[in-house]
């Protein structure tokens, strides 16, 4: 397996001597202002303190107390580059790969290579696909953000937008599903009571009965009665499955006690974790609230946002900010606990004005649909435009209002093309980190789309510019035309 190095190699040709440089990808990779995301990461993975442990010695003096192991550790594996890590995230949620298909991906990809910063063709994978994960978890969510930020930033910079566009913005809400199974009563009923009887053997704890056989007969009749719109029946199936599951969680609470003392304290917690889940999916009816949909996720909320095709969605909600003419994304966050549209629109703001913070454009008006109502006081110094307001609104700003649904095809292409239609992450946390990175990825096919519109070329390192007016002051003092001068300096480079 080779090994990554960086001094010069003599038999290995370099990656820019490999692509085409003119490649939007390529271009990219040297306008995204990669040292200013290490120094915004960096104290993220910085060697932390640890505080020690007293340790009573007797000396002459008599007893004493030590501090053993104190200072900053050093040891652990070298992380690897920064640059590195944030370009999977980013090519990840640019092409909706998984971790896996995308460290494999990458060690087949040159163009993909040297956006990462590697100097020479790595015929290797970049990491294991776990780190990805762990870096993602290290980085947090104001970590995600920087990276959405320096796609914004760079977008400024390229002069693909001007900073005047920063100043009117359309917001919306979606729901971002989590990756559960449809919740229905009988299958969380059978799924609580087998994930208690597997926790309470992992504890020691030996039940009477496991209802194994009975339940795996129960479910298949429920299921047959539910297509057969047999209800009466189907209510039958489920009561018993109640039945069931109370019979086991009392023996288990019986006998919790008798556990063995070599579990771990993880598996107890473990334990009661679940015990109080299926007790919840034991009692809960259809009418409820604050219902558990899974058993696993009990972050997730039953959210309905009055379509007809799909009644009602199960996930986190999460506000969309785009700008209003070329449709970049300036802000993406997850909301808990199902809150009405308006009440998120200030969070919503807040993010939009810390990410464009450096383009110097101040947010004067928010496009916005009815679903907004109510909250001007909330949101003082915004001009806030909806669909209530028509009458009140003047000819420029009911333009404004007709490009509204601009947002729509924008959030389709974040589910689609980008994976926000599925988060795969654990948590609140998940849910927030996935709606932030879509958002960037989105940005990222933004800027190589504008990459091509606008003919964009990669910034020229100085020495190779040094070079350029070199040999064209050659062709130029050898007698030869301006335009074959600069033929002849882009084929020596």
């Not at 050093?74 to 090519?91: D, H, Q, T, V």
Request: glycine share 8%.
């Amino acid at each position: 397996m080779a090994e990554r190095s960086d001094t010069p190699d003599f038999f290995r040709p370099r990656l820019a001597d490999m692509i085409d440089l003119r490649h939007p990808l390529a271009v990219l990779a040297s306008r995204l202002p990669w040292a200013q995301i290490e120094a915004a990461l960096t104290p993220y993975f910085a060697r932390r303190a640890r505080p020690g442990r007293l340790l009573e010695q007797d000396d002459l003096f008599g007893p004493s107390l030590q501090v053993a192991g104190a200072g900053v550790a050093a040891a652990g594996r070298p992380r690897l580059p920064i640059r590195l890590m944030a370009s999977l995230l980013y090519l990840k949620h640019a092409f909706k790969l998984s971790d896996e298909e995308l460290v494999q991906r990458w060690a087949e990809n040159v163009v993909w290579q040297f956006f990462s910063g590697m100097t020479y063709y790595e015929p290797r994978l970049p990491c294991d696909a776990t780190q990805i994960g762990r870096f993602r978890a290290a980085i947090g969510e104001a970590g995600v953000e920087e990276l959405l930020k320096a796609t914004i930033d760079t977008a400024v910079s390229s002069k693909s937008i001007r900073p005047a566009e920063f100043e009117r913005v359309i917001v919306d809400t979606t729901v971002q599903e989590k990756a559960i199974a449809h919740p229905v009563d009988s299958r969380l009923l059978e799924i609580a009571r087998h994930k208690v009887v597997v926790a309470a053997r992992r504890v020691g704890i030996a039940l009477k009965q496991t209802f194994v056989k009975e339940a795996r007969t129960l479910r298949r009749r429920a299921g047959g009665y539910a297509h057969a719109r047999q209800f009466k029946r189907l209510r039958k199936v489920l009561k018993r499955q109640r039945t069931i599951l109370g019979i086991v969680l009392r023996e288990v609470q019986r006998k919790i006690g008798e556990a063995s003392h070599e579990a771990g304290e993880a598996a107890r917690s473990n334990l009661q974790t679940l015990m109080q889940r299926a007790e919840l999916i034991r009692c809960q009816r259809p009418k409820d609230k604050d219902k558990l949909y899974a058993l696993h996720a009990p972050e997730v909320e039953c959210i309905g946002k009055g379509k007809a095709r799909k009644p009602y969605e199960f996930g986190v909600k999460v506000g969309v900010a785009i700008t209003h003419r070329q449709g970049l994304m300036v802000g993406a966050r997850s909301f808990t606990g199902n809150p009405y549209d308006g009440h998120t629109l200030a969070e919503q703001l807040q993010q939009v004005r810390i990410l464009t913070e450096d383009t110097g454009a101040r947010l004067k008006e928010v496009v916005v649909d009815l679903g907004f109502r109510g909250v001007d006081a909330d949101n003082p110094g915004v001009q806030i435009i909806h669909r209530g307001k028509f009458k009140s609104l003047t000819a420029l700003q009911r333009r404004w209002l007709a490009r509204r649904q601009a947002v729509e095809p924008a959030i389709g292409h974040l589910k689609q093309d980008h994976g926000m239609e599925r988060c795969w992450l654990r948590g609140d946390t998940g849910d927030a980190l996935h709606a932030v990175l879509c958002a960037a990825g989105y940005n990222i096919r933004w800027l190589l789309r504008a990459i091509v519109r606008l003919g964009l070329r990669g910034l020229v390192v100085p020495l190779f510019a040094a070079l350029v007016m070199l040999v064209h002051s050659l062709a130029v003092a050898s007698g030869v035309g301006k335009a074959r001068a600069a033929r002849v300096g882009w084929v020596a480079l």
